[in-house]
């Protein structure tokens, strides 16, 4: 049986060469990304503090330097090999990024809260443990908080949701479910990707 310590150490793994091409190919089926940071600043005009959870290479933590100039921003990621691209794209925004290697297995804020928490393309990858991990995020959420998540939703075709789970992700229409169970959803869309072959999601949501 898998535990949340065997799969993030498989991802450790799979991550240590996919580092290299991440950004060459996800931007062919990642879709959504840039509208949720779009969407997201509806919610929260001018938040204090931002987390990223499975930031990756830091495409998105520079997005949301632009787009909130006067925000502290830190990205989490398990992989030391990701981290290392997103290094790179987020220096010259200096002390108000921060870079956490670490899986999000226990709460990162200590006072100050966060005021936007992002999962793009992470929570489907986390398996076991994204119950968990939805839970922890409602402990680092300040009051007027949200949870912003882009991911892959569902497909209707049994080998491609096959060929996904051997990428490490999970496509079943799991998500939606747990994120309603935790939090008032303020925004949820579903669009297609490549026409019927997945549909992914969009979501921000407050805690109840």
């Given at each position: 049986m898998s535990t949340p310590s065997t799969s993030y150490a498989s991802l450790k793994d799979y991550y240590r060469w996919h580092a290299r091409i991440y950004d060459l190919t996800r931007w062919a089926f990642l879709?959504?990304?840039a509208r949720l940071i779009q969407r997201v600043s509806d919610h929260v005009i001018s938040p204090a503090r931002i987390l990223e959870i499975g930031?990756?290479?830091g495409r998105n933590l520079a997005a949301l330097a632009e787009r909130f100039p006067h925000?502290?921003?830190t990205g989490l990621d398990l992989s030391s090999d990701m981290l290392e691209r997103a290094k790179s794209k987020v220096e010259c925004y200096?002390?108000?990024m921060v870079l956490l290697?670490?899986?999000y297995d226990a709460p990162v804020a200590t006072d100050a809260k966060f005021d936007i928490m992002i999962f793009s393309?992470?929570?489907s990858m986390i398996n076991p443990g994204f119950d968990d991990v939805l839970r922890i995020c409602k402990t680092d959420l300040s009051p007027i908080g949200v949870v912003a998540v882009v991911d892959f939703h569902d497909s209707r075709w049994t080998w491609f949701r096959r060929w996904m789970g051997v990428n490490h992700v999970r496509m079943?229409?799991?998500l939606l479910a747990e994120l309603n169970r935790h939090f008032d959803g303020h925004l949820?869309?579903?669009q297609r990707g490549y026409a019927t072959l997945w549909r992914y999601l969009l979501y921000v949501g407050k805690c109840r």
């Amino acid at each position: 049986m898998s535990t949340p310590s065997t799969s993030y150490a498989s991802l450790k793994d799979y991550y240590r060469w996919h580092a290299r091409i991440y950004d060459l190919t996800r931007w062919a089926f990642l879709f959504g990304r840039a509208r949720l940071i779009q969407r997201v600043s509806d919610h929260v005009i001018s938040p204090a503090r931002i987390l990223e959870i499975g930031c990756g290479t830091g495409r998105n933590l520079a997005a949301l330097a632009e787009r909130f100039p006067h925000a502290q921003i830190t990205g989490l990621d398990l992989s030391s090999d990701m981290l290392e691209r997103a290094k790179s794209k987020v220096e010259c925004y200096g002390s108000r990024m921060v870079l956490l290697h670490r899986a999000y297995d226990a709460p990162v804020a200590t006072d100050a809260k966060f005021d936007i928490m992002i999962f793009s393309y992470s929570l489907s990858m986390i398996n076991p443990g994204f119950d968990d991990v939805l839970r922890i995020c409602k402990t680092d959420l300040s009051p007027i908080g949200v949870v912003a998540v882009v991911d892959f939703h569902d497909s209707r075709w049994t080998w491609f949701r096959r060929w996904m789970g051997v990428n490490h992700v999970r496509m079943d229409g799991h998500l939606l479910a747990e994120l309603n169970r935790h939090f008032d959803g303020h925004l949820c869309q579903i669009q297609r990707g490549y026409a019927t072959l997945w549909r992914y999601l969009l979501y921000v949501g407050k805690c109840r």
